[in-house]
């Protein structure tokens, strides 16, 4: 598989019309935050059942010469919601209104990149041009996917009764089928609004009042003070030095630290002709992923809660340690960690060798299952992360923002390339990462082939409950045998299986051109010009 060349700039999305969305902002003259918005715009349309407004998103920023950035924009619980909330309850439900207790974060990242854009990138582009495509497609329509048809019939019963959802995501009471049109008009008229207005409107202005009275209507625990309370943050993002580059991750309250530990265990054990599609390559990454998972669930959570600067979790000497308790011939015992979620993932770079790589989810498919009833946007349902036993790392208080599986990456090699890769996954976002990042730098794959090549999975799924390793049928029987006899208790999957991910990478070369590689598990695309 050829990567998608371009010279002037390069779009990666999970699905198609929101790659080329970006593209032609591009084309304009546009900055990678301004595509990227547009993209994140379109693809909370066009992917319902994986993103939308109603959620929570993450950013990376990169500029030459500048340093790498962050944006968190992650929704806190509600000033109202705490553990008597919920009764007698041992866990936060993990749909309906209940499930619909923080604030969505999304539409301040948007406005956080856009204001970076326009104060240290040039950005000129309003916001209502930005959001064109996604408008043009919640009012007149977009086809329907097999994943969002797949996606709908698998959750239905589960979600059928929920507030809104009929209404929105069924045609006259029935599934969407493949190649239909599908239309979220009243969230055409918010996206609208919007742009009018600006992103901030979301939060404090005369949308922020909709979405109040929408919440409270159907019953969440969420305010409009809470809207009004909440600001995206622009902050310094988490970086490990690796033996071929830097490679940076979102801080907590993401999993970003999972992610990188797992890339600086690997490379401090790695031997002599290990691969990373091989059996030996394939262990040492699963038992980088175990040491790494242990490491965040015993520490990260809300940063404002956290014992530990997530930091220290990188520094040599921790590295080094868990890299010595790693068997190298056969498989440690796994404690199954328990996380859930889909995602979306996207890159971009412009011709000024500027680059995004951003992270948006409403966690599980669709979310809570609620869509509001006047602003028609489905409200995601991340806070059911949080633990209604006290004194736990993720306990649920007011004001305190839940453990998040997002997290966007991007890499500055030591040759000059710049590497923005990511995935939607829950709890596999981190290992596709380390399979994309390890294939491409030390496996010999080009970028393509790196995120289309087999791959394997750790534990639970977006979509899955067991906790076996999992494998793609494209491996050779051989190493499915190898990895077994190491003691993994091995599960096959299918050929192209939409439980490994939504994966997606650009490489930016010091030459100037760029490469990019889609997830053929997705509906994506790279589109270059």
Same mark, same amino acid.
């Not at 509600?78 to 866990?91: D, F, H, R």
């Not at 929920?162 to 089928?177: C, D, I, M, T, Y």
């Not at 760029?514 to 997830?519: A, H, L, S």
């Given at each position: 598989?050829?990567?998608?060349?371009?010279?002037?700039?390069?779009?990666?999305?999970?699905?198609?019309?929101?790659?080329?969305?970006?593209?032609?902002?591009?084309?304009?003259?546009?900055?990678?935050?301004?595509?990227?918005?547009?993209?994140?715009?379109?693809?909370?349309?066009?992917?319902?059942?994986?993103?939308?407004?109603?959620?929570?998103?993450?950013?990376?920023?990169?500029a030459p010469g500048q340093p790498v950035r962050s944006i968190d924009a992650c929704g806190a619980a509600g000033a109202q919601v705490t553990p008597e909330l919920y009764g007698n309850l041992e866990s936060i439900p993990?749909?309906?209104?209940?499930?619909?207790?923080?604030?969505?974060?999304?539409?301040?990242?948007?406005?956080?990149?856009?204001?970076?854009?326009?104060?240290?990138?040039g950005g000129r582009l309003p916001l209502s041009r930005l959001l064109e495509s996604a408008i043009h497609y919640a009012r007149h329509g977009f086809p329907v996917t097999r994943s969002q048809q797949d996606n709908t019939?698998?959750? $239905? /019963? !589960?979600?059928?009764? =929920?507030? +809104?959802? *009929?209404? &929105?995501?069924?045609?006259?009471?029935?599934?969407?089928?493949?190649?239909?049109?599908?239309?979220?008009?009243? $969230? /055409? !008229?918010?996206?609208? =609004?919007? +742009?009018? *207005?600006? &992103?901030?409107?979301?939060?404090?202005?005369?949308?922020?009042?909709?979405?109040?009275?929408?919440?409270?209507?159907?019953?969440?625990?969420?305010?409009?003070?809470?809207? *009004?309370?909440?600001?995206?943050?622009?902050?310094?993002?988490?970086?490990?030095?690796?033996?071929?580059?830097?490679?940076?991750?979102?801080?907590?309250?993401?999993?970003?630290?999972?992610?990188?530990?797992?890339?600086?265990?690997?490379?401090?054990?790695?031997?002599?002709?290990?691969?990373?599609?091989?059996?030996?390559?394939?262990?040492?990454?699963?038992?980088?992923?175990?040491?790494?998972?242990?490491?965040?669930?015993?520490?990260?959570?809300?940063?404002?809660?956290?014992?530990?600067?997530?930091?220290?979790?990188?520094?040599?000497?921790?590295?080094?340690?868990?890299?010595?308790?790693?068997?190298?011939?056969?498989?440690?015992?796994?404690?199954?960690?328990?996380?859930?979620?889909?995602?979306?993932?996207?890159?971009?770079?412009?011709?000024?060798?500027?680059?995004?790589?951003?992270?948006?989810?409403?966690?599980?498919?669709?979310?809570?299952?609620?869509?509001?009833?006047?602003?028609?946007?489905?409200?995601?349902?991340?806070?059911?992360?949080?633990?209604?036993?006290?004194?736990?790392?993720?306990?649920?208080?007011?004001?305190?923002?839940?453990?998040?599986?997002?997290?966007?990456?991007?890499?500055?090699?030591?040759?000059g390339r710049l590497l923005v890769y990511g995935t939607m996954g829950g709890e596999g976002q981190p290992q596709t990462q380390a399979a994309v990042f390890s294939r491409y730098v030390w496996g010999g794959h080009n970028?393509?082939?790196?995120?289309?090549?087999?791959?394997?999975?750790?534990?639970?799924?977006?979509?899955?409950?067991?906790?076996?390793?999992?494998?793609?049928?494209?491996?050779?029987?051989?190493?499915?045998?190898?990895?077994?006899?190491?003691?993994?208790?091995?599960?096959?999957?299918?050929?192209?299986?939409?439980?490994?991910?939504?994966?997606?990478?650009?490489?930016?070369?010091?030459?100037?051109?760029?490469?990019?590689?889609?997830?053929?598990?997705?509906?994506?695309?790279?589109?270059?010009?």
């Amino acid at each position: 598989m050829n990567p998608v060349l371009g010279t002037r700039g390069a779009v990666v999305a999970s699905h198609s019309l929101a790659a080329q969305a970006g593209l032609d902002i591009l084309r304009e003259g546009g900055n990678a935050i301004e595509a990227t918005i547009a993209v994140a715009a379109t693809l909370a349309v066009v992917y319902p059942h994986m993103t939308g407004i109603g959620g929570d998103g993450f950013w990376l920023l990169h500029a030459p010469g500048q340093p790498v950035r962050s944006i968190d924009a992650c929704g806190a619980a509600g000033a109202q919601v705490t553990p008597e909330l919920y009764g007698n309850l041992e866990s936060i439900p993990w749909r309906g209104p209940l499930a619909a207790n923080t604030v969505a974060g999304t539409v301040s990242g948007w406005a956080a990149a856009h204001a970076h854009s326009r104060a240290a990138w040039g950005g000129r582009l309003p916001l209502s041009r930005l959001l064109e495509s996604a408008i043009h497609y919640a009012r007149h329509g977009f086809p329907v996917t097999r994943s969002q048809q797949d996606n709908t019939r698998a959750k $239905l /019963a !589960e979600l059928r009764q =929920q507030p +809104g959802f *009929a209404a &929105a995501f069924l045609n006259h009471g029935q599934l969407p089928v493949y190649g239909q049109q599908h239309r979220f008009p009243r $969230l /055409a !008229e918010t996206l609208e =609004q919007l +742009g009018r *207005a600006g &992103a901030e409107d979301f939060y404090r202005g005369d949308l922020a009042g909709v979405i109040a009275r929408d919440l409270a209507r159907v019953g969440s625990p969420v305010s409009g003070a809470d809207l *009004a309370a909440h600001r995206a943050s622009l902050q310094d993002p988490l970086a490990v030095k690796l033996s071929v580059g830097t490679v940076y991750n979102q801080a907590p309250p993401t999993q970003g630290v999972a992610s990188l530990l797992i890339l600086a265990i690997y490379d401090r054990i790695r031997r002599e002709g290990w691969n990373p599609d091989n059996a030996e390559g394939i262990h040492a990454l699963v038992e980088a992923t175990k040491q790494a998972f242990l490491q965040r669930d015993r520490h990260v959570g809300d940063p404002g809660s956290m014992q530990i600067d997530p930091r220290e979790l990188l520094a040599d000497g921790l590295v080094e340690r868990l890299a010595a308790a790693i068997p190298l011939e056969q498989a440690s015992p796994w404690p199954a960690p328990m996380s859930d979620g889909d995602t979306t993932w996207m890159g971009a770079i412009d011709g000024a060798g500027r680059a995004v790589s951003m992270i948006q989810s409403i966690y599980f498919e669709f979310g809570s299952g609620v869509v509001l009833p006047e602003s028609g946007i489905w409200w995601q349902n991340r806070g059911c992360s949080f633990d209604l036993r006290p004194g736990r790392l993720r306990t649920l208080a007011p004001g305190r923002k839940p453990f998040h599986t997002l997290n966007p990456a991007l890499a500055q090699l030591d040759d000059g390339r710049l590497l923005v890769y990511g995935t939607m996954g829950g709890e596999g976002q981190p290992q596709t990462q380390a399979a994309v990042f390890s294939r491409y730098v030390w496996g010999g794959h080009n970028v393509r082939s790196a995120v289309a090549a087999p791959r394997w999975l750790l534990g639970r799924t977006w979509a899955e409950q067991s906790t076996t390793l999992k494998l793609e049928s494209r491996y050779d029987p051989a190493l499915v045998e190898r990895l077994r006899a190491m003691g993994h208790p091995v599960e096959m999957a299918g050929d192209f299986d939409e439980r490994m991910g939504h994966a997606g990478a650009l490489v930016l070369h010091p030459e100037g051109w760029i490469e990019g590689g889609e997830d053929p598990r997705s509906d994506g695309c790279v589109a270059a010009w």
